[in-house]
């Protein structure tokens, strides 16, 4: 026998895994939760704050990438350690009433960002010429059907790719022209306006930027991927990529729409989408409505079935109450009846006559941003506690990034909510 067909005889050994491999394996809920992050109500609000304010938000927006990464990366390994959701985790640590108002809290939260899903369905549908009256109901039975019918996940990675429409936004950034000293002094300058608009933006700013429910869809993710803590160290990578990421279009949403609109008096206040629209025209002239109303349609009907999951997998989770989009509502009523109310009222409010779609999509980041730091804390508490993640507990840097960004949102609230009651206007 020869020395090659010896050879030929051995058992073939698997060749180890690569960590290009395994970071492709563990890729998703990070760049899922972080992209379905700049959804309606983000893209109204990015588009808003450089329409009024011009640069003067950008440098809001450079701190709040450091807290959504280590916000983010603390939910993912609380997952990795655990095996656990948030939610599951509150209740064990906590109890059953503080879960309850936790609870309460993200219903709060994940109805108010439909309403303003449904309102980016109503806006971009508008821009078509379909009545909003048309496209809102059969929206919501759309997005309950993919739900129920659990065929979400088929059509989830089409969403994502026409949501990346807004990519364009960093094209047409250069494609304005703006001042880029200018834009580099405003992200790392300081500005502020001491009137309720600006403190509004602000808050809106942060709760569409760290919303509340993306910290329960990417714990609940890694969990069901089954990512152990060994793993983690490359997962938390795609959850780092798709903060920054997301930021990063985020940004220059707002420097696009600043150059554009912000010169113009008459266009700083955005009451409609089409308005919003402009600030793709030096890239695409004429096809930007077009283009504005599919990415804002995918994007809406991305995070319209992404937050009724997210909603009812949470509660259920917390309270231990059957769950599952493959579930008869005899076997899960609870979980069933949530996802349902989320979509159909969300849907029920933007059909109410008169409703300003726009203002509809901001206020929901406003009650995202004031939900955001009582979430926070429950995760600060049982992210280091040593009883539940060992070893695994925030270091001195996460703790003091994650406590600024609670005490940041908690101030900002204050003061608009102080200047609102005083009357304060400018």
Same mark, same amino acid.
């Given at each position: 026998?020869?020395?090659?067909?010896?050879?030929?005889?051995?058992?073939?050994?698997?060749?180890?895994?690569?960590?290009?491999?395994?970071?492709?394996?563990?890729?998703?809920?990070?760049?899922?939760?972080?992209?379905?992050?700049?959804?309606?109500?983000?893209?109204?609000?990015?588009?808003?704050?450089?329409?009024?304010?011009?640069?003067?938000?950008?440098?809001?927006?450079?701190?709040?990438?450091?807290?959504?990464?280590?916000?983010?990366?603390?939910?993912?390994?609380?997952?990795?350690?655990?095996?656990?959701?948030?939610?599951?985790?509150?209740?064990?640590?906590?109890?059953?009433? *503080?879960?309850?108002?936790?609870?309460?809290?993200?219903?709060?939260?994940?109805?108010?960002?439909?309403?303003?899903?449904?309102?980016?369905?109503?806006?971009?549908?508008?821009?078509?010429?379909?009545?909003?009256?048309?496209? /809102? *109901?059969?929206?919501?039975?759309?997005?309950?059907?993919?739900?129920?019918?659990?065929?979400?996940?088929?059509?989830?990675?089409? %969403?994502?790719?026409?949501?990346?429409?807004?990519?364009?936004?960093?094209?047409?950034?250069?494609?304005?022209?703006?001042?880029?000293? /200018?834009?580099?002094?405003?992200?790392?300058?300081?500005?502020?306006?001491?009137?309720?608009?600006?403190?509004?933006?602000?808050?809106?700013?942060?709760?569409?930027?760290?919303?509340?429910?993306?910290?329960f869809f990417v714990q609940s993710n890694i969990v069901d991927k089954g990512t152990s803590i060994k793993e983690w160290a490359l997962a938390k990578w795609d959850v780092i990529a798709g903060a920054v990421a997301a930021n990063f279009v985020a940004i220059f !949403? !707002?420097?696009?729409?600043?150059?554009?609109? @912000?010169?113009?008096?008459?266009?700083?206040?955005?009451?409609?989408?089409?308005?919003?629209?402009?600030?793709?025209? *030096?890239?695409?002239?004429?096809?930007?409505?077009?283009?504005?109303? !599919?990415?804002?349609?995918?994007?809406?009907? %991305?995070?319209?079935?992404? %937050?009724?999951?997210?909603?009812?997998?949470?509660?259920?989770?917390?309270?231990?109450?059957?769950?599952?989009?493959?579930?008869?509502?005899?076997?899960? *009523? !609870?979980?069933?009846?949530?996802?349902?109310?989320?979509?159909?009222? +969300?849907?029920?409010?933007?059909?109410?006559?008169?409703v300003n779609l726009i203002a509809v999509m901001i206020l929901s980041q406003v009650i995202n941003g004031m939900m955001l730091p009582f979430l926070l804390i429950f995760m600060m508490v049982i992210v280091n506690d040593r009883r539940i993640m060992g070893t @695994?507990?925030?270091?001195?840097?996460?703790?003091? /990034?994650?406590?600024?960004?609670?005490?940041?949102?908690?101030?900002?609230?204050?003061?608009?909510? +102080?200047?609102?009651?005083?009357?304060?206007?400018?």
């Open positions: 026998m020869t020395a090659r067909a010896a050879t030929d005889t051995q058992p073939i050994q698997p060749k180890p895994r690569s960590r290009v491999w395994l970071l492709l394996a563990v890729i998703g809920p990070g760049v899922i939760a972080a992209s379905a992050g700049n959804d309606s109500g983000g893209i109204s609000t990015y588009s808003q704050a450089g329409a009024k304010y011009g640069y003067e938000m950008l440098w809001m927006m450079l701190l709040m990438t450091f807290s959504l990464v280590i916000v983010q990366e603390m939910a993912g390994r609380m997952g990795a350690v655990t095996g656990k959701g948030f939610a599951a985790l509150i209740r064990e640590r906590f109890g059953v009433r *503080p879960t309850l108002l936790a609870m309460l809290m993200l219903l709060a939260s994940n109805a108010a960002t439909s309403v303003a899903e449904f309102a980016g369905i109503a806006a971009a549908m508008e821009l078509f010429g379909v009545s909003r009256y048309i496209a /809102v *109901p059969v929206g919501a039975i759309v997005v309950w059907l993919l739900v129920v019918r659990g065929s979400f996940r088929n059509v989830e990675k089409v %969403l994502l790719g026409l949501s990346l429409v807004f990519i364009t936004y960093i094209i047409t950034a250069f494609a304005a022209k703006p001042d880029w000293l /200018v834009v580099g002094h405003a992200l790392v300058t300081p500005s502020v306006r001491f009137d309720p608009g600006f403190f509004s933006l602000a808050v809106a700013l942060t709760g569409t930027t760290v919303a509340p429910w993306m910290q !949403i !707002i420097v696009t729409t600043a150059t554009v609109l @912000h010169p113009n008096p008459a266009t700083r206040n955005i009451t409609e989408a089409s308005q919003a629209a402009v600030a793709l025209t *030096p890239l695409v002239g004429q096809y930007a409505t077009v283009l504005f109303a !599919i990415g804002l349609l995918a994007a809406s009907v %991305l995070a319209a079935c992404v %937050l009724p999951l997210t909603a009812g997998y949470s509660i259920c989770e917390a309270f231990g109450w059957e769950a599952g989009v493959d579930r008869k509502f005899s076997e899960a *009523p !609870i979980f069933i009846g949530i996802y349902t109310f989320v979509i159909f009222v +969300g849907a029920a409010l933007i059909l109410i006559p008169g @695994h507990v925030n270091g001195r840097f996460f703790n003091a /990034v994650a406590w600024l960004t609670i005490a940041g949102a908690i101030a900002l609230t204050v003061i608009l909510l +102080g200047m609102t009651a005083l009357g304060i206007g400018g």
